[in-house]
């Protein structure tokens, strides 16, 4: 007698649990990469609003924009970073983390602007007493979207981006 030629009943479910396990695996790997990508882009976003910001205060007499930290909606007519530093950049989408979800549909902007330093000369920046620090924040993201445990973007006064918190109150 000829056995007819397939797979049995056992075989087939070892075949799907193995399948199970390797996207049970796959899944968050995945999911990370995908976080870590978007957090480079909008270290990215970052950069080039640095670019931006230095063809400003090249045109401004090396004077910090006088902006807001961020607007509640599209709507509101005040002068913010994603208005004031729009024509310094070619990149249309500067101001969108790829993580925001929600913000820059309501705002326009996933960053926040450090209103302290607004106005201030480039030269003689300060911050919760720290004088002329290269590592004061002047861009960050609005909220905590990328991978934990540095879950927020932030560009410095030396125009770097990172997610790691630089700037120290204490000497």
Same mark, same amino acid.
């Given at each position: 007698m000829k056995r007819a030629r397939g797979f049995t $009943?056992?075989? @087939?479910? +070892?075949?799907?649990?193995?399948?199970i396990v390797l996207a049970a695996i796959s899944v968050p790997l995945a999911k990370r990469g995908l976080g870590k990508a978007r957090q480079?882009?909008?270290?990215?976003? $970052?950069?080039? @609003?640095? +670019?931006?910001?230095e063809s400003y205060l090249q045109d401004h007499n090396r004077k910090m924009p006088d902006i807001a930290a961020g607007r509640s909606s599209k709507d509101d007519d005040m002068?913010?970073?994603?208005t004031e530093l729009a024509t310094y950049l070619t990149a249309k989408d500067a101001f969108k983390c790829p993580a925001d979800g929600k913000q820059f549909a309501k705002t326009?902007?996933?960053y926040m602007w450090n209103s302290a330093v607004s106005g201030q000369l480039e030269t003689k920046l300060t911050f919760l007493g720290k004088d002329g620090s290269p590592q004061i924040p002047l861009v960050f993201d609005?909220?905590?979207?990328?991978?934990?445990?540095?879950?927020?973007?932030?560009?410095?006064?030396?125009?770097?981006a990172s997610s790691e918190l630089r700037f120290k109150t204490n000497n």
């Open positions: $009943l056992v075989e @087939i479910l +070892v075949t799907i649990t193995i399948i480079s882009t909008c270290l990215s976003n $970052l950069r080039s @609003i640095g +670019v931006g910001l002068k913010v970073l994603e326009g902007c996933s609005k909220e905590a979207w990328h991978p934990e445990p540095k879950g927020t973007n932030i560009l410095y006064a030396d125009f770097s």
